[in-house]
Every structure is written in C-alpha cells, then in structure tokens.
Nanobody
Framework: QVQLVESGGGLVQPGGSLRLSCAAS????????MSWYRQVPGKERELVAS????????SYADSVKGRFTISRDNGKNTAYLQMNSLKLEDTAVYYC?????????WGQGTQVTVSS
C-alpha cells in the first residue's frame, strides 16, 4: 500500500535551516509529482511546494519563495524540502502528499517549530 513517511522536523531558531524528507513506498515514485503542505492549528492545510516527476518543474508558495527548495531523488524514492532562513511563521506540521489517479495520499506529518 502507499506509504509516505516524513522526517527531519524539529526545533530551530529564526534564521536557521532544516531539511525535511519524505520516504515513499507502494507506488512507482518516479511517475508522480510530489508536494509539501503545512498546517497550523485552526487553519487550512497550505500548499508549500510541488515538484514534477522528473524534477523539471517546481513551484512554491509566495511565502517561501527564495527560502525553501523542493527536490527529489527518484533512486531513493524520497522527496525533500530544504528550508532556509526560517521564520517564526514557518512553524507548522509539514506533510508530503502524492496524488495517484484520483486519490490523495498523505504522510503523518513532521512538526517544525521556529522559536528563539
């Protein structure tokens, strides 16, 4: 079955960096685009970044452009989100997502807390 497992979250000071990973299994990873979302309590889940199956196309939310970089390693079935210059408002649970045909699959999320 499809599994997405995020890791790499934690506590970081403003201006710091973290790299999130999303390990995928149960589907042909290199055939599908991957996305990262984030959510804070009381708010809707927000799209942060997406990457095409062959890494040719990427897109970012305006709030993270120039600070976050999405990437993938199809040989390792893993997607990444490099987060630099972190701000207090980046605090959230971060999720990776894949859409297979008409179904969306999510990981369990990883907490990122930016605090001084």
């Amino acid at each position: 079955q499809v599994q997405l497992v995020e890791s790499g979250g934690g506590l970081v000071q403003p201006g710091g960096s973290l790299r999130l990973s999303c390990a995928a299994s149960g589907f042909t990873f290199n055939n599908y685009a991957m996305s990262w979302y984030r959510q804070v309590p009381g708010k809707e889940r927000e799209l942060v970044a997406s990457i095409s199956s062959n890494s040719v196309r990427t897109s970012y939310a305006d709030s993270v452009k120039g600070r976050f970089t999405i990437s993938r390693d199809n040989g390792k079935n893993t997607a990444y989100l490099q987060m630099n210059s972190l701000k207090l408002e980046d605090t959230a649970v971060y999720y990776c997502k894949v859409v297979l045909r008409y179904d969306s699959y999510w990981g369990q999320g990883t907490q990122v807390t930016v605090s001084s």
